[in-house]
Each structure stands twice: as structure tokens, then as C-alpha cells.
């Protein structure tokens, strides 16, 4: 399996980093995607990356949530950093209007920097995307050369969103939300297959049931392939190639 979203170089995990690892390989994870936020996450992020160098990967940018009055000079100094270590993705970039819309054009101008890195560099998005659906599928749909693709991390939208986002060439990054009581996500993967999934924990958050409400880390994909394949009919077997291999198609061309 490759959990493809996961902040596992954070404080939440200093305490146990190398159990939580050999929990994660234990589980048959063999590969861990790490989401850059801001300039502070980079250099955990790649001493994580220097430590398990054929486990973890690295992905460059400012996240919506970490927009601010200072952010394209933020986006200077990190564009400056495109060409140091083999990144995997752009991301996570994207939108967030939860809080509040202050920020909103600064991230669509951010967002939009961010599409070009992907363009230059041919790599994909990884997208953030909260309150904000409408906002970042028309961005993509005028961007959209036909070289454009990524994902929509934890993804939870209703199936007509889904439909957007796969006609835009893009994958759903799906995530412990699925597993959650009443959670329409489950349906909305039961009609989309998993032709164009991925798996994702967002570890140290949202982790899948029974561990609700506790740490999350990448050994509990597990349970997000158990409710993907209850879900769709496939095998748990099933599921985890084809999300593995869609993985990889991504983003290990």
C-alpha cells in the first residue's frame, strides 16, 4: 500500500517515530508521501525523507491555510527550493474558505503559482481543497492543457463533485472519512470504483474508525481498504493494487 498524504514528521510523532515506521511496514505500507505546509515543515519533512530514503518522499509548497500577508514572498523563497530534492508532487496547495474568505484571492493567486511549478516541473497537485470546490474546478478547468493531473486529498464531496474532479483528469485521495458512521463518502465510493482512487491517512489526523478521535498513522490504511472494499465489492486484495498501482502512476511515472 502507499499512503499518499501523511504530516508524520510532525511533533505528534517525535515520541515514537520509528515504532509508528515499523508499524507502518509491518502493515504492508511501502511507500509514504509527505505533504509539504511551509517553510518550517521542509526541513522535518526531508530529514524524515534522509532517514527512511526509500520509504518517504518529499512534495513542495505553501498550504491555503498557511496563506498570508507575507505569502509570495513565502513563495519566492520556496520556488527557490524547485530544483533541491527529487519532489514528487506540488503540494498541498489548493483553496480554503472554512474560516474565512480573507485570504481568498492571495490563495487563488498562490494556487495558481502552484500550477505552474506542477507545469514546469511535469509533477503533480496535491490539492486542498475545503468549501472551495467550485473555486478550484474552475481554476483547473482553465489551466487544463492536457498535462495537468494530481489528486484531491481527502476528498469528501458528494458524487457529482467526484465526477468534476476525474473529468479534470484527476484522482480522489480517499482517507479515514470514509469509514466514519453515516459518512456519505462510503456511498459516493461505492458509485465512483476504484479505478481512480488513492489511499491517504492525513496522519496525525482523522484517523479511520475504531481509532477515531486518536493519533492517525499510516499502519491504519487497513482499515480505509476494509470499508473502500465492503464498499465496492472488490477484495481487500483488489483495492490495495489498484490503489497502489494508481499510486504509482501518479506519482512514480
Not at 524524515?48 to 513542495?60: E, S, T
Not at 481554476?139 to 494530481?150: A, I, K
Not at 482517507?175 to 466514519?180: I, N, Y
Request: overall charge negative; aromatic content about 8%.
Amino acid at each position: 500500500m502507499i499512503d499518499t498524504h501523511a504530516h508524520i514528521y510532525v511533533s505528534e510523532f517525535d515520541a515514537d517515530r520509528p515504532q509508528m515506521m515499523e508499524r507502518a511496514l509491518q502493515a504492508g505500507v511501502s511507500r509514504i508521501l509527505l505533504p509539504g505546509i511551509d517553510e518550517t515543515s521542509l526541513e522535518p519533512m526531508l530529514a524524515l525523507c534522509r532517514d527512511y530514503p526509500a520509504v518517504c518522499f518529499p512534495m513542495l509548497a505553501l498550504h491555503p491555510g498557511s496563506v498570508d500577508e507575507h505569502a509570495l514572498q513565502t513563495m519566492d523563497r520556496l520556488e527557490s527550493r524547485l530544483d533541491d530534492p527529487p519532489w514528487v508532487a506540488i503540494g498541498e496547495t489548493g483553496i480554503d474558505l472554512y474560516w474565512d474568505t480573507k485570504w481568498k484571492d492571495l490563495q487563488m493567486e498562490v494556487f495558481r503559482r502552484h500550477i505552474g511549478w506542477a507545469r514546469a516541473k511535469r509533477l503533480p497537485l496535491v490539492i486542498h481543497s475545503r468549501n472551495a470546490h467550485r473555486e478550484l474546478t474552475d481554476v483547473l478547468r482553465s489551466e487544463q492543457d492536457g498535462t495537468l493531473t494530481g489528486v484531491f486529498h481527502c476528498f469528501g464531496g458528494s458524487f457529482e463533485q467526484a465526477r468534476d474532479i476525474l473529468d479534470l483528469g484527476f484522482y480522489l485521495g480517499i482517507g479515514g472519512v470514509v469509514t466514519f458512521k453515516n459518512a456519505r463518502l462510503a456511498k459516493v465510493v461505492a458509485q465512483t470504483g476504484i479505478s481512480r482512487l488513492v489511499l491517504e491517512t492525513d496522519a496525525p489526523y482523522l484517523a479511520p474508525d475504531p481509532y477515531r478521535g486518536k493519533r492517525n498513522e499510516p499502519a491504519y490504511l487497513e482499515h480505509i481498504v476494509a470499508k473502500i472494499a465492503a464498499e465496492t465489492g472488490h477484495t481487500p486484495e483488489e483495492v490495495k493494487q489498484a490503489t497502489t498501482r494508481n499510486a504509482q502512476q501518479l506519482f512514480f511515472p
